[in-house]
């Protein structure tokens, strides 16, 4: 099973980054994006189930939309808005899980399956 991320890299306040996870190897339902601020424990921001049904943490409630392509097992996380403290190490996830649409659900399933992470810097 690989998940591979792509898109991260260097913004300023204010600016925009499209995040991109391309999966293959096994069936994913669930999907998501986690992020790590360094120092601190990993957090889910956005979570998507095979029904299309999405999640959202507070701080990015708004600003960032999760979408997926299930013909090419591909996420995609559309951060906008970006602030400094969205600064982080951001990690696709996946699962074979399929029946969660709540956010505390997503985190409490698990997801089995996680990328290697793609680094988001959001300078001010």
């Known amino acids: 099973v690989l998940l591979e991320e792509s898109g991260g890299g260097l913004v300023q306040a204010g600016g925009s980054l499209r995040l991109s996870c391309a999966g293959s190897g096994s069936i994913f339902n669930s999907m998501g994006w986690y992020r790590q601020v360094s120092g601190k424990e990993r957090e889910l921001i956005a979570a998507?189930?095979?029904?299309?049904?999405?999640v959202y943490e507070d701080s990015v409630l708004g600003r960032f939309s999760i979408s997926r392509d299930n013909v090419k097992d591909t996420l995609f996380l559309q951060m906008n808005s970006l602030k400094p403290e969205d600064t982080a190490m951001y990690y696709c996830?996946?699962?074979?899980?399929?029946?969660?649409?709540?956010?505390?659900?997503?985190?409490?399933?698990?997801?089995?399956?996680w990328g290697k992470g793609t680094l988001v810097t959001v300078s001010l």
């Open positions: 998507i189930n095979g029904r299309g049904r999405a």
């Open positions: 996830v996946a699962s074979s899980v399929d029946y969660c649409s709540s956010y505390a659900c997503f985190v409490d399933s698990g997801m089995e399956y």
